[in-house]
């Protein structure tokens, strides 16, 4: 075996191309989570980690190795990933971004971990997260904020910006995320790389600390849609023993079609045919200048690829706010009931009694962003209000969803903006949760409706912060999305960019 590692940056290759040398054994599992776990530690300031396990890493890894060394080839083995700290663990604590967790320690592995752990992949540590997955720039962690790698002052979206952050930064080729309004998708787009919600129930939720359980879904965040297709192939998959949603479909090669269309490269016009829609309401007053520009000059590279632009309508998107925020935290609040001191988590050190425990645990435990949003929901589920407002939701989110039936009768595919702005400052919003509620306008209703999603790397704004272009499809067309996505990246560079400080 080479050593030509120890003058290659491995962080520069995406997982694919780093896949491929593994699998050539032109370099060992251990030597890249070597390289990876060394610049985990370089770029610790970045707050991405909350743990690492340096035994565990490397024992997976030569596990991995030994597989390579028998002659077994398969498209993930040997490559490191992290997980989103939403994702139960045996080997690594799982806090969600909370105290109330904090060095909580699962008897088991969340399925998305145990997949992807049987594809051969080696675990680097868990990854920081909006406490409890609640929060749209990652500053609610109970730990320490993430920070942009592209400008250290900035948020890196969230909830997922751990990961995303992660991702950006090369510390890790792949990273698991989670999506309840947006949470993969957003962090993508503030940080320059590729994320992709799946159809809700693609992805087990099953070891998921759960949010919002009507909206949680799993999904892949790395540099390229053929990356995500990789490990979103490895991902997915029916877990319908522990998990009843999880939706009852084959498990989908998703990377095949994009390697061959990759080989092949021939066609001028490989888009030709795909009709993408535009929402009116994505493109108005809301969105910024420079973020709307950048999504144009992206779409504009679609209509090069043979794409055809068409106008298409969702009329009840400025509902998709209180709709989600009347929804998500009743939900959290049923999820965030099991928190209570007596079985597990954090219990207050000093109480009088049971009531007084509960109280001082939960209050403890949890900060700002989940207790207010387990008191909204506690609101909206109480009587006299539930049919006023949790039932009245759930029928704007039925419509919400028609909506969407309605555009894709006259379109393949629906694009626009992902977040109207490009990263913010930290502690530009954190007096104001409305403002950062209104930085998920364009994806919650797509979470509302349970389509796939994603962002992609489309250009830079103000201050010279990334840009993401979302595409949304209909139930169970992932294959559409990274395959458009993947197309507009074989033309395109915006992937390829990596923030120049942390080289």
Not at 106 to 128: H, I, Y
Not at 377 to 396: E, M, N, P, R
């Amino acid at each position: 075996m080479s050593n030509s590692f120890l003058n290659l940056d491995l962080h520069d290759l995406d997982m694919a191309a780093l896949a491929g040398k593994l699998a050539a054994r032109e370099v060992s599992s251990v030597e890249a989570t070597q390289h990876f776990l060394v610049r985990i530690g370089q770029h610790a300031g970045l707050g991405a980690f909350l743990s690492t396990n340096t035994d565990v890493s490397l024992a997976q890894a030569r596990a991995a190795d030994a597989r390579l060394a028998a002659g077994e080839r398969t498209p993930l083995l040997g490559v490191p990933l992290a997980h989103k700290d939403v994702f139960v663990t045996r080997d690594f604590p799982t806090t969600a971004g909370s105290k109330m967790l904090e060095n909580y320690r699962s008897p088991f592995d969340a399925t998305v971990v145990a997949k992807l752990g049987d594809a051969g992949m080696v675990t680097l540590g868990k990854l920081n997260c909006d406490e409890f997955a609640m929060g749209s720039g990652n500053e609610n962690s109970a730990y320490q904020p993430v920070l942009n790698p592209w400008d250290l002052s900035r948020v890196p979206g969230g909830s997922s910006g751990g990961s995303a952050a992660a991702v950006a930064a090369r510390l890790v080729p792949v990273a698991t995320g989670t999506d309840t309004g947006g949470s993969i998708r957003q962090p993508a787009s503030l940080t320059g790389i590729t994320g992709i919600k799946p159809t809700y129930g693609r992805c087990s939720r099953y070891g998921m600390v759960a949010f919002a359980s009507s909206l949680d879904q799993a999904g892949p965040m790395a540099r390229s849609a053929l990356d995500c297709a990789l490990l979103l192939s490895a991902m997915a998959g029916p877990d319908l023993d522990r998990d009843s949603t999880s939706l009852d479909l084959s498990v989908t090669d998703y990377a095949t079609d994009l390697i061959a269309a990759t080989a092949d490269g021939t066609c001028a016009t490989p888009l030709k045919g795909l009709r993408i829609g535009l929402p009116a309401q994505f493109f108005g007053a809301g969105c910024a200048p420079d973020v709307l520009a950048a999504v144009r000059s992206a779409l504009a590279e679609f209509e090069k690829l043979g794409a055809t632009l068409v106008d298409v309508s969702l009329p009840l998107t400025e509902l998709s706010i209180p709709v989600y925020y009347v929804i998500a935290p009743a939900e959290a609040s049923s999820n965030l009931s099991r928190f209570d001191g007596v079985r597990y988590g954090h219990r207050a050190a000093n109480y009088t009694d049971l009531s007084d425990m509960y109280k001082k645990s939960r209050s403890q435990g949890f900060g700002d962003e989940a207790t207010r949003r387990i008191m909204i929901g506690t609101y909206v589920l109480s009587h006299g209000y539930y049919d006023a407002y949790y039932l009245k939701a759930q029928k704007i989110r039925r419509l919400i969803a028609q909506d969407f039936q309605t555009a894709f009768a006259e379109c393949d595919v629906i694009a626009g903006p992902v977040s109207p702005t490009v990263a913010w400052k930290i502690g530009e919003k954190s007096d104001d949760p409305v403002a950062n509620y209104l930085a998920d306008i364009y994806t919650l209703s797509s979470s509302l409706a349970g389509l796939p999603g994603m962002s992609i790397p489309a250009g830079f704004g103000a201050g010279g912060m990334p840009v993401g272009l979302q595409l949304i499809g209909n139930y169970f067309k992932e294959a559409q999305l990274l395959g458009a996505a993947h197309q507009f990246q074989l033309a395109t560079d915006w992937h390829q960019k990596a923030p120049g400080a942390l080289a």
